[in-house]
């Protein structure tokens, strides 16, 4: 792949990733949806791990199928794209820092949701959206392995290697 188009790739990384992250922004703080229109009375934590994703398994009768779905997949699903477009968009594309710059942008929400009042700190959110990132980087090593052999033979098909 040419130096050129590899760049255009990378800058179009870092596009997405800026929107991505004006998007988790709204969505985990500011977003009707999820009821976060206006301030709690009194602050809302759970610092025991585990707690809330037993809870939401063990009353998905009660709470609905959806409620538990957006809970529990949910957290995961909100943060695949962080996992995939950090490592696009940045030198940085290990594994681990692409752990412990998941882990610091829900750390982040979870406490802005405490301080302010707005949604509530819970640890299992901290490992599912954890856990997203990472679901999201091995998307990531799995696209660029494909991509990279998808060029060494287009290479090699055409002589030029």
């Not at 759970?46 to 809870?55: A, G, Q, W």
């Not at 752990?99 to 959110?125: A, H, N, P, R």
Request: net charge positive; hydrophobic share 45%.
């Amino acid at each position: 792949m040419s130096f050129k188009r590899n760049k255009r790739i990378r800058f179009l990384g870092k596009i997405l990733f800026v929107l991505y992250i004006a998007f988790i922004i709204y969505f985990l703080i500011f977003s009707d949806w999820y009821g976060r229109t206006g301030e709690m009375q009194e602050y809302h934590y759970n610092l025991v791990l585990f707690k809330e994703i037993k809870r939401f398994w063990n009353y998905r009768d009660k709470v609905g199928l959806f409620a538990m779905f957006t809970n529990l997949f949910g957290n995961v699903i909100i943060f695949m794209p962080f996992g995939f477009f950090m490592p696009m968009a940045s030198r940085y594309r290990s594994f681990f820092s692409t752990v412990f710059y998941s882990f610091g942008l829900s750390l982040c929400v979870e406490t802005f949701q405490l301080i302010t009042k707005v949604g509530s700190f819970d640890v299992d959110d901290l490992l599912l959206n954890t856990l997203g990132g990472i679901a999201g980087y091995i998307m990531f090593v799995v696209c660029a392995a494909v991509r990279r052999r998808y060029v060494y033979k287009k290479k090699d098909r055409y002589g030029r290697r």
